[in-house]
């Protein structure tokens, strides 16, 4: 997904907008590849909550991956959203739609088939042979939930983008700063929405096989509306309202109110508690997505190659990481020691990071027929 700018998945279609949103490029990958430091955080936390546990837990693994959780796929969900907007001005939904599915397609499906599956029934034999561990009967997509929603989180919106092109209502005439302020408020209602139909008998978290539950496929898909918001106003527009002193009259109230748990506490009830997590969620993306505007604008050989790998190192790092964890157990177990946590961890993540980057490079990449399978390309 996340390769060289002008053949991501979620690419912005044309040499102008290569170097216009390469910034946003070089965000994609650090979050992708940031998901390889949170499972290796959760793999050393103390709450003992993923599929494998390191011996000795580290006290602040789960406060960092909890951290990197906030923000991380929020706004990966927005920049997607933003660049389906973009693609949509220039594809056909016909074309988008083709391209989306065998660029995530074919990757989703093969790593099911050929990792996650054989993973998990590894897992389940042992379970039995270790004593921190923790597998969910029939979780097999694992890791890959988030190409499940961004499939249809891409297939929604070409179905929205369809009927609204051919409705063509009247656009609303707010000033920018308002409009987005607006807009950042009130897309967590659909989140909020969707909480409301359970009270309707709909069973959102009832979980389906592979796909999961209504409720973790579209938890996100406020964000992913959030993306396409920021591109209906224009990139250049968007910018010129955050960077400005107006940014401030969209930012702050946003702090205000992710700010509630902690200065009005008796506040914070069943209803509006998911809201005020959405709404700390976007602001904090909404920072970091103006920080990338300064260190991330600049090209180099590193952000290329990482750009081009971090679709890979993000697919194939799980169940490394397993692997390696349990490893370092049966070390453990089998001299009645416990090798350091804090090297344990360093350990774990070096090579994770480091074998994925050679199976990119040296496997992935070098064949045209793994990197459709792999990589959608």
Not at 80 to 105: D, E, M, P, Y
Request: with cysteine; aromatic share 14%; glycine share 4%.
């Amino acid at each position: 997904m996340l390769n060289s700018p002008s053949l991501s998945i979620l690419s912005a279609g044309s040499s102008t907008n290569i170097l216009r949103y390469l910034y946003l490029d070089n965000l994609r990958a650090t979050l992708m590849v940031l998901g390889l430091i949170l499972h290796t955080c959760a793999a050393f936390s103390s709450q003992q909550y993923w599929l494998v546990s390191y011996d000795k837990p580290l006290p602040w693994a789960y406060d960092l991956s909890s951290a990197i959780h906030v923000f991380r796929m929020p706004l990966f969900f927005m920049v997607s959203g933003f660049f389906a907007f973009v693609l949509l001005q220039k594809q056909s939904v016909r074309h988008f739609c083709l391209i989306k599915l065998t660029r995530i397609g074919w990757p989703l499906a093969s790593v099911l088939l050929l990792i996650n599956i054989p993973q998990f029934y590894i897992l389940v034999y042992l379970s039995g042979l270790a004593e921190h561990s923790n597998v969910s009967p029939g979780n097999f997509a694992g890791h890959l939930w988030f190409l499940i929603n961004l499939l249809v989180y891409f297939l929604t919106y070409a179905c929205i983008h369809f009927l609204v092109a051919r409705i063509k209502p009247p656009r609303a005439k707010f000033p920018s700063t308002i409009f987005m302020l607006l807009m950042l408020l009130i897309m967590p209602i659909v989140y909020l929405g969707m909480l409301a139909l359970n009270q309707f008998g709909l069973p959102i978290y009832k979980a389906l096989p592979i796909v999961g539950s209504i409720h973790s496929v579209f938890s996100y898909f406020d964000y992913f509306l959030i993306g396409v918001i920021f591109a209906l106003l224009s990139h250049q527009k968007m910018m010129l309202v955050l960077k400005s002193s107006m940014g401030a009259l969209v930012i702050l109230p946003l702090l205000l109110i992710a700010a509630i748990p902690w200065w009005l506490p008796s506040a914070i009830n069943n209803i509006t508690l998911p809201y005020i997590e959405h709404i700390q969620a976007i602001a904090v993306s909404v920072l970091i997505w103006l920080l990338a505007t300064r260190i991330f604008a600049t090209e180099s050989w590193w952000f290329r190659g990482l750009a081009n790998a971090s679709y890979s190192v993000y697919l194939f790092h799980h169940g490394i990481i397993v692997a390696l964890v349990f490893g370092l157990n049966a070390v453990n177990h089998a001299n009645n020691i416990v090798i350091n946590p804090y090297l344990a961890f360093v350990m774990v993540l070096g090579l994770s990071f480091a074998l994925t980057l050679v199976i990119h490079f040296f496997v992935v990449a070098r064949s045209s027929k793994l990197r459709m399978i792999f990589n959608g390309k």
